[in-house]
């Protein structure tokens, strides 16, 4: 890297600490280095995304917290040339170790001394005209069904993967936004296996195939005799997926009365059946899908929002280039839909 692009380089800190930030801009006050901050994995993964990416990452290891390896992780799925400068404490040797072995280009201990940190960033910034376009990611490739695969063979694939592993991670619904037949199937299934509920039963239902109150009774079951036809009990696809997941498409369909429901299911974890006076347990994530707006999606579909609370709401998507494939189709938007990261 010239000497003038080194002068006026972007470094991003990754770190839950303001102070740290401060820190940081106190050693470097001689250069010209833009210093940003990004205070969740999800946060950095989406500012190495933009076309201002930064040229080193500074990434805060505290000890006894894995967040920051599992960033690192997704850092070098996405952007495997981006250099990665750990900061860690002195008693988290581990952490140290295995950020390296991830492919971490230094280590830090803290506290750092200006002279040091100068030292570390500069040294990086001259290496990485060498490192750029001399490495890609390998092409990974996850089996979700018997006829389905996700292949992250590009950088926009791969980006959307390194999301869907994040919100793997933290039990929260998720709302994905897409054309029909664009994969947002797909993707909730990709999610639901990278997740730790993987084990655990995966249902899709299409809400637009429901009328009247069959929908409620498809998702929570009603109990014997509750209306003619009635001659048995029936357990919900809620009380089925009990640990696993369920994926709502269409979500456009699903009338006032049910989401009230899955608002219980979201906040409370149980139900009552259609006709029935027993609360009933139950540990089931929901996905949701649509093709229409994400904004309106999330003032429309309360039980979203109003769980996890209308600001963690994310409000960044992510777009697949036309002709990437996730099956066959162009792929998804994908938002999550609360701010646990």
Not at 55 to 82: F, I, K, Q, Y
Not at 108 to 132: G, M, W, Y
Not at 154 to 176: D, G, K, T
Request: with cysteine; hydrophobic share 40%.
């Amino acid at each position: 890297m010239p000497a003038t692009a080194i002068g006026t380089a972007r470094i991003l800190l990754v770190s839950r600490e303001p102070a740290l930030s401060r820190s940081l801009r106190s050693f470097v006050g001689d250069q010209s280095w833009q210093i940003e901050q990004a205070f969740s994995g999800l946060e950095a993964l989406e500012r190495v995304e933009t076309v201002n990416s930064a040229n080193v990452v500074l990434l805060d290891v505290r000890p006894g917290n894995r967040d920051a390896l599992h960033t690192l992780r997704w850092l070098r799925r996405v952007s495997p040339e981006m250099p990665v400068i750990l900061l860690c404490h002195g008693r988290n040797t581990r952490e140290a170790l295995e950020g390296l072995q991830l492919g971490a280009r230094d280590c830090l201990r803290k506290p750092v001394t200006p002279h040091e940190l100068k030292a570390v960033i500069e040294k990086q910034l001259e290496k990485s005209t060498d490192r750029a376009g001399g490495k890609s990611a390998e092409e990974q490739v996850d089996f979700i069904g018997e006829d389905c695969s996700f292949i992250s063979a590009s950088p926009a694939m791969r980006r959307l993967r390194a999301q869907a592993e994040m919100l793997a991670r933290v039990n929260v619904p998720v709302l994905i936004r897409g054309e029909n037949g664009s994969g947002k199937d797909v993707v909730a299934r990709l999610i639901h296996n990278l997740s730790p509920r993987r084990d655990s039963k995966f249902v899709e239902i299409n809400c637009a195939a429901f009328r009247g109150d069959s929908l409620e009774s498809e998702l929570f079951g009603y109990e014997r005799g509750v209306f003619r036809g009635a001659a048995h009990g029936k357990h919900g696809k809620a009380e089925l997926c009990d640990k696993g997941a369920i994926l709502l498409d269409e979500i456009e369909h699903i009338p006032a009365n049910v989401q009230a429901k899955l608002l219980q299911v979201l906040q409370q974890k149980q139900f009552y059946r259609v006709g029935g006076k027993t609360a009933i347990k139950t540990d089931v994530r929901i996905l949701a899908a649509t093709n229409g707006g994400i904004d309106r999606a999330l003032a429309e579909y309360s039980f979203f929002t109003t769980a996890q609370g209308r600001d963690s709401a994310a409000t960044r998507a992510f777009h697949a280039p036309h002709g990437e494939t996730i099956r066959a189709p162009p792929p998804i938007i994908l938002r999550r839909a609360a701010g646990k990261l």
